[in-house]
């Protein structure tokens, strides 16, 4: 037995010996690549925690050959749509005099800077745009992207010269909506493409095919009154609250340009 | 590599010599990266691009120890996350290290124990089932996150078979444009191979 004891503990031995053997020649073929590996991590993690500002600068950089500036005078100009644009403008007037009188707070800055799309979301799964100004022009997070036809999204991330847009077609991206023509409020998500599903904050919320659906006076990070969509179904029985399915009003898979507003008070 | 025959090309050459490997490491992951938030026509299918880090890392991993292609994996499924996750949402939505870890791992056995050739083929293969590996991992972390109520499950996996499968179709297709350049421009203090 004791010789056995010896037996084995030698046999251990012998092992281990083995397998720091084997350890050293693994370290001597692949030090260098398991050194590489290892810089490559610190360096992403340094990058990760800088959330890639470095990628979307010189991304935006690569880029600068096919960005152009936004020129008001090529939008296709019928006189409908300038008529109607008129009058919006009066309204808007009208509206900003009255909440002036209200002493109530005015809801979208009025200033604005029109930036180039020069970029679509790296993964699938994410919404996103990258758009050609940064905090250099004075984009800052939470601003508010808007474009022809209403809200699109708005900033999570920006660099120097360029910015992220989180876009409403993303399903984590949640905005607080009202029904324009009866006041119903509820949460409208993303489904990641043209449509978004509505979630009534009522039980028996009044509203119909075809409403339209504008941001709430509740939302915290976006102004009152934007549009954003428009009902085209409705499901009253679904749980745990009614849902509606609605169209974006922003052609947003087609949109080169937005205009981006400062994120409201 | 066959070199352009000019003496000024060849001293340069030299002199980044010992760097030229790590530099073209370097310089192709940067490429891959300014790759992901384009949408050219013929390379997107519905708003699906081809997911350019992960053919580099399978790329990478091919003909390397398991430990060091995890490692990377780790790195490159940071980047990933870098580049698209909106940093107020970080602690609350999946995460690409996951999924890069296992498929970079995989990777590297897959060809230690000689399952597959290095030809044009196998790598579109591998690089197809890694990407639905990848998008898999992905979806699975949504579906845990679904149980918040903020998501709906079966949309995440409608969205999965869409995604994973035209991310797969077209970076399978891909993957030989960027593995063949990226093997012949090989570090020779790292490479290994016969």
Known sequence: ?265 | MPLPNNKAVKKFLDLIQPWRGLAMLFLSLWLCMLLMPLRLPGLAIGDIAPNWLLIWLVSFSLSRPVLVAIIMGMAIGLVHDALTIPQELTASVPSHVWGMMLISGLTALLQKQRYLQEDFISVALIVFGMTVLAETAIAMQWSFLSFTGKYNLGQIWTQQQRIALVSALLSGLWAPVLHFPLTRLRIPQLDNRP
């Open chain 1, 1 to 265: 037995m004791y010789f056995w004891g010896i037996e084995v503990r030698l046999t251990v031995w012998r092992e281990g010996v083995d397998v720091l053997e084997g350890v050293r020649r693994w370290w001597d073929r692949y030090a260098g690549q398991l050194l590489v590996a290892l810089v490559a991590l610190i360096l992403a993690i340094a990058f990760r925690y800088a959330n890639g500002v470095l990628w979307m600068e010189l991304y935006q950089f690569v880029s600068r050959p096919w960005q152009s500036q936004y020129n008001p005078s090529l939008v296709v100009e019928e006189a409908k749509v300038r008529e109607l644009r008129y009058r919006i403008q009066e309204l808007e007037m009208q509206n900003n005099q009255l909440r002036q009188m209200l002493s109530l707070p005015s809801t979208l800055s009025t200033q604005a800077t029109w930036a180039q799309i020069i970029g679509r979301s790296a993964d699938a799964w994410w919404q996103q745009v990258i758009i050609s100004k940064g905090s250099s022009h004075g984009i800052t997070t939470g601003a508010i992207a808007t474009g022809a036809g209403g809200l699109v999204g708005r900033i999570t991330e920006t660099s120097p010269h360029s910015s992220r847009v989180l876009l409403i077609s993303d399903p984590s991206s949640s905005v607080g909506v009202v029904v324009s023509r009866s006041r119903a409020l509820g949460i409208l998500r993303g489904q990641s493409q043209g449509t978004g599903v509505l979630e009534f904050l009522d039980r028996d919320p009044d509203a119909k095919v075809g409403d339209i659906i504008a941001t709430s006076s509740f939302s915290t990070l976006y102004p009152e009154g934007l549009p954003v969509g428009r009902i085209r179904s409705i499901n009253l029985n679904h749980q745990p609250a009614p849902e509606a399915l609605v169209d974006f009003s922003a052609p947003i898979p087609a949109l080169e340009f937005v205009k981006v507003y400062a994120p409201p008070q």
